[in-house]
């Protein structure tokens, strides 16, 4: 049974910083694109960040654009968003996806089949 596992979210102040990992378990997901996204109460669910099997292109929401990076370690099956200079508005449930087997990134939603449960994060001003 295919899993994605996040970690990291918590509690932070304006201007802090905190990283979020997603480990897949059941497959390997090295062949597949990963992304993140993020739903903030009251809000549907929107797009954060994307980066294809090979680390080689990654894209980017205008709104965390210089603030957050992702990254990926395909041996250890994980992929990271470090979020650098976290504003209020960037309070959300935090949500990584994968692309089965698809090695190209994307930013919409509909693009992913598997889906993380989620992780908070909030920042306090």
């Known amino acids: 049974q295919v899993q994605l596992v996040e970690s990291g979210g918590g509690l932070v102040q304006a201007g802090g910083s905190l990283r979020l990992s997603c480990t897949a378990a059941?497959?390997?997901?090295?062949?597949?694109?990963m992304g993140w996204f993020r739903q903030a109460p009251g809000k549907e669910r929107e797009f954060v960040a994307a980066?294809?099997?090979?680390?080689?292109?990654?894209y980017y929401a205008d709104s965390v654009k210089g603030r957050f990076t992702i990254s990926r370690d395909n041996a250890k099956n994980t992929v990271y968003l470090q979020m650098n200079s976290l504003k209020p508005e960037d309070t959300a449930v935090y949500y990584c996806a994968a692309r089965m087997d698809v090695p190209y990134a994307a930013r919409y939603s509909g693009a992913y089949d598997y889906w993380g449960q989620g992780t908070q994060v909030t920042v306090s001003s």
């Open positions: 980066i294809s099997w090979s680390s080689d292109i990654t």
């Open positions: 059941g497959r390997t997901f090295s062949t597949s694109a």
